[in-house]
């Protein structure tokens, strides 16, 4: 069962298009995390968002972590084409007893962006 | 610093056939995750170490995975006997607990193809 509900599942735009990818849920998560994947490769965390209502920029890309910690955007100014691949939010249940934690995965945008 | 190594990067085995997989997390990092990723989709959790400990395996299918961290270092999973539905990609991840960052290092997965 997917907690962490993403859309759009693909998305395929021209260089210097805008987009927005959107992560939904009904829980609420102690942090949540967006990670990019390319072909081949591992996950690679582009940034970790903790407040409510926080926004991050990373160059292009600017992050926000909904108000109630529940959802969490991406937004991707003028895509490039090494913009391409998989992005996919987690969100991250803090386990007190132990001080460890659970990430919980969405299920996935695939973007791809052309010349 | 070596990212997380895992090995094979490919295997492709009959039906029925046994196969392991190995995972090296970075040094010094106690926690150790093994995830199941299906095609254009997120992870999902299949067990987590801390230290030699598996601390999480309830999503773990025990009659046919098992894996095993006995210094608590590297690690690996195994199946016996391989299903045609366990062909996916078998990533594994590596965190340090006490660094108040809940960061997962992935690494480049193994593409498992069962037939």
């Known amino acids: 069962t997917q907690l962490l509900e993403q859309s759009p599942q693909f998305l395929s735009i021209q260089e210097g298009e805008n987009l927005t990818v959107y992560c939904n849920s009904s829980s609420v998560f102690s942090s949540l995390q967006w990670y990019r994947q390319e072909p081949g490769e591992g996950p690679v965390l582009l940034v970790t968002?903790?407040?409510?209502?926080e926004v991050k920029k990373l160059k292009r890309l600017t992050f926000q972590f909904g108000d109630a910690r529940k959802d969490s955007s991406l937004h991707i100014t003028a895509a490039q084409p090494g913009d391409t691949g998989l992005y996919l939010c987690?969100?991250?249940?803090?386990?007190?007893?132990?001080?460890?934690?659970?990430?919980?995965f969405g299920t996935g945008t695939r973007l791809q962006v052309f010349p | 610093e070596a990212g997380v190594v895992q090995s094979p990067r490919y295997k492709i085995i009959e039906k029925k056939q046994p196969v392991a997989f190995w995972c090296n997390p970075i040094?010094?990092?106690?926690?150790l995750y093994w995830y199941l990723q299906n095609l254009g989709q997120g992870p999902e959790l299949l067990i987590r170490y801390e230290n030699e400990e598996a601390v999480d395996d309830s999503q773990l299918p025990k009659d046919r995975f098992s894996a095993e961290r006995l210094k608590g270092v590297d690690s690996t999973l195994k199946i016996q006997p391989a299903e045609l539905g366990d062909s996916a990609v078998y990533l594994c991840a590596s965190s340090f607990k006490g660094s108040g960052s809940y960061e997962q290092y992935f690494g480049p997965g193994t593409r498992l193809t069962v037939t």
């Open positions: 987690a969100g991250e249940r803090r386990l007190w007893l132990d001080n460890t934690d659970k990430l919980i």
């Open positions: 968002v903790v407040t409510g209502g």
């Open positions: 040094s010094g990092h106690n926690t």
